[in-house]
């Protein structure tokens, strides 16, 4: 009676020690499988910062290297183009100046011209008038003469007036001429003082442009002090999901203590009969093939 | 036999910190790595080794590859490699032996069985 009641304790903790033995492998399969899909998304979650921490290491260096170079040149170059700009439109506004004098002198040639043409016309005028009374005085004989006289008179009033014209319009060019003079040094004088503002307006883009780098600089610095933080909180929870190995282990520990029990038992009540002895530890399963090791047994290759 | 050199290589603390205990109480003495990456590097940086034990999953680098790289470095062509993790497919297995692995232990291990491998390849 009491060896058939060994008997059956012994079986149980043979049946148990199987059975607790497959549920430790199956969790521990179980919780590997979970373990290394989480860990999967965390490299993916790694990678994924690994190469954004690249890419803004990569920015912030060629930010360095380049800084404002580009834009500064830019400037340069627009205030170099209003510079030239001014400067063309001054030269060209000089040579205007000059031909308006030039001209002005022109039309004092010409006005002293009128003078003298007013001054012919009122003589041929005159001597047409005497022509006329010469005529009048020779009588029939000085008719044709007369006509002729009277024709002098005419074109010298024509003349006259024509001259008039003339004259009138030399003194408004006259006039006018330095009026534009007046005005195109105007215009110089505008665009040089164009050409400073843009210059002082441009200088404050640069700065602006200054400011702009260096508050990328810092983002970009920030960010990749925040994405470093991020790859090392992956590694650390990563590690943290490695429970299942030391728990396995633990209940392993467990089942050979019970082993050793079952040994014990199996020596202290005299107990032959080899089914219910627990098998001596065999250390290394050498000759078993790759398909037949078990669980926590090695095979040598 | 004893204080002779073993490096494991496992991605957890707690599994290199049980096969350090296991080993060093019979008499070895071990360094750990913390994944493959680290594991080539110690084994590049540590000629006097005897036996490496190695997980198969880890990040960076896993445990195949790095006897991969170990044999394809040939320097340490005649280092035995033993992998120790859960996985227990013929298939994995096979292509460790085709890798250069000496050996394959399924997790949870045994603390003789383990022992008992380290002496036999390090012998």
Redesign the interface.
Known sequence: MIAATIRQVLSSIARVRDAALDR??EV??VT?RAV?AT?EIL?RITLRATNHVERLQSLRAHSEQRGTEGLNAAVQRQLDGATTYSHEIGGLIAQQNVQAREALGELEVIRSAALQIERLAKAARTLALNAQIEAMRLGEAGKPFGVVAAEMKLMAQQVEHANTLVGRTAESLQASLPQLASRSEEMDARSKSFAVELGERLRDVTGEGESLRRAIQEALTTGDEALGAVLADC?EA??QL?????A??Q??MID?DAYALQRELCELLEVEDEELRPPP?A??SGQVS??Q????????? | MTGKKILVV??????RQ?VSLVLGQAGFHVIEAVDGIDGVEKINGNDDLAVVICDV?M?RMNGLELVEKVRAGNQRALLPI?MLT?E?Q?AL??R??QAG?????????????????VK??AA
């Open positions: 430790v492998v521990n399969g590997e290394m860990g490299q590694r990563f590690s490695q429970f299942q190995d030391p396995a282990q209940l392993l050979q530890l250390p290394l790759i398909e090791v078990r669980n926590g047994e090695a095979v040598l290759f | 496992d991605d957890s603390a707690s599994v049980q999953n990040p033993v859960t227990g013929p297995m096979q460790a032996k692995a000496k050996g394959w232990i399924i997790k949870p291990f045994k603390a003789d069985i383990l022992i008992a491998t036999k390849l």
